[in-house]
């Protein structure tokens, strides 16, 4: 294989600056090269032979990829491309790294392995080792990034195989017929908002399977550089989702939910996989938009007053703004805050908390600061990693007992009386 930078998309950029104010890196970081503008000058300039790869990747590595630079461009610079062609042309100089071989080649589509992480997750939450960790301080022998996360880990749930066998029949008339994405992550550490999710699409009147032969989508290993693993799971998923005919396939994760919007993209350069990668594209739809177009209907007051957090990969690249606004507005008895610089991403962006923490908490904490101002009961997410990312600004900012971070698809449940 022979990677390349996307050298004649740097060409679109005409040096505005408009993406200055919406690129967290550069509003936390105050340096040209932490900025989009001058990212996208640097591959130019290895493009061109007059820098090298290792003297631009300070810069490159502490982007986020959450692409609200795309958002803010008025020339319709195609960033992620640029970043994409980036993080490939540095994986085949440079080989893949430990994680990428271990976690996100073998472990994150081995379905086996998945199970085992979710087992041993309960079986550390429920047999006191967690608990002797945190009274014996032996957590303390943690690094800090790593003590961090431990902190805000949710209670591990088993997912619910009776929802994920067979067809589901909503117990009024079909209006859609959806195949569910459960992702490998979320179903490790959220699967009851994947249950919580089944439920909502039966409510709403959705007949709704669970693939079986679904695998990752793939977005880790993207941002990883590694095209040909991303390549590999998303064929294997258009192939297991193909095999029947669904409206819909939903998932409630907005960063892999933005990797499957892109599989088109992705395979553009293989003439006998495009077009079903278009199809498969097209069909993937976030939780919100289904639950919105089919006016779901609310059965109990949930008397909070919340805001939302938007996932970055949900708004920039799957352009889903209003629906999840719009649920939220129409859930009876709630009070909507609306967060100021919503759009501004949280900092979690997939690893990018683990490996770079100490500018990510920087990110976080302004962040939080909006988060004090507006002084919500709830913070509505609707990502697994910008959740954990706003459990940690609750817990940072010692709010834990008065701020409550949860999915959306959690309150909609709690309107809906599906929620315990
Ligand atoms: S993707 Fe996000 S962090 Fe990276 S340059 Fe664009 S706005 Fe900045
Ligand atoms: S807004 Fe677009 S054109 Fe303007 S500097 Fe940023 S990337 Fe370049």
Known sequence: MNNQLAYEETFDCVQCGYCLPACPTYTTMGKERHSPRGRINLVQMASEGKISIQEIEDSMELCLGCRACETACPTNVQYGKILSSYKEVKMEQEGSSLINRLAMKKGLANKSMLNTM????????QSGIEKLGKVTKGIQVLPENLRAFEAIIPNITKPDKELRKGTLIPDTETK?????????IMDVFFAKINDLSIKLLQHAGC????????TCCGALQHHEGDSETTKQLAKENIVAFEKEHYDYIVNSIGGCGAMLVEYDQLLQSEPEWVERAKGFAEKSKDISV???ELDIEFTKKVEKRITY?????????Q???KSPLELIYRIPGTTYIPLPEMDMCCGSAGTYNVFHYQESMEILDE???YVKETIPEVIVTSNPGCHLQMCMGVKREGLESKVEVVHIVEILAEACGLKN
């Open 290 to 292: 289904i639950l919105a």
């Open 176 to 184: 859609l017929k959806v195949a569910f994405f459960t992702g490998c």
């Open 207 to 214: 007949e709704v399977t669970v693939i079986k032969n679904q």
């Open 319 to 321: 352009k889903v703004k």
């Open 309 to 317: 957090q938007p996932s970055c990969h949900l708004s920039n690249v």
């Open 118 to 125: 979710n087992l041993s997750l309960r079986f550390y939450q």
């Open 367 to 369: 962040k939080m600061s």
